[in-house]
Nanobody, 118 residues
Framework: QVRLVESGGGLVQPGGSLRLSCAASGTMFRRNVMGWYRQAPGKQRELVAT???????NYADSVKGRFTISRDNAKNTVYLQMNSLKPEDTAVYYC????????????WGQGTQVTVSS
């Protein structure tokens, strides 16, 4: 079983920055993909960014150039640096890890609220 704990959310003004962290505990296959997803009120959950254990990254078009995802494999932690935040970035942000090895494994954190407002 894998447990994901997010931190770093909060209230920020438009144009501001936040850094989210997600620490994973438990046994994970070393080749995995960690990422961030978000869900705004009344909308479906959407991908924000992912990063593989080989540091291959993928971003939603809406955050390219503003958000940066990174990971520390030694700490089983993934980060999301969010700059130039906009009101439309307001959402609950969820951490995810998944891999395929002798089955499909997919784990989610409890979510952290990010609110961008003046």
């Amino acid at each position: 079983q894998v447990r994901l704990v997010e931190s770093g959310g909060g209230l920020v003004q438009p144009g501001g920055s936040l850094r989210l962290s997600c620490a994973a505990s438990g046994t994970m296959f070393r080749r995995n993909v960690m990422g961030w997803y978000r869900q705004a009120p009344g909308k479906q959950r959407e991908l924000v960014a992912t990063i593989s254990s080989g540091d291959r990254t993928n971003y939603a078009d809406s955050v390219k150039g503003r958000f940066t995802i990174s990971r520390d494999n030694a700490k089983n932690t993934v980060y999301l640096q969010m700059n130039s935040l906009k009101p439309e970035d307001t959402a609950v942000y969820y951490c995810n890890v998944h891999w395929s090895w002798l089955g499909e494994y997919d784990y989610w954190g409890q979510g952290t609220q990010v609110t961008v407002s003046s």
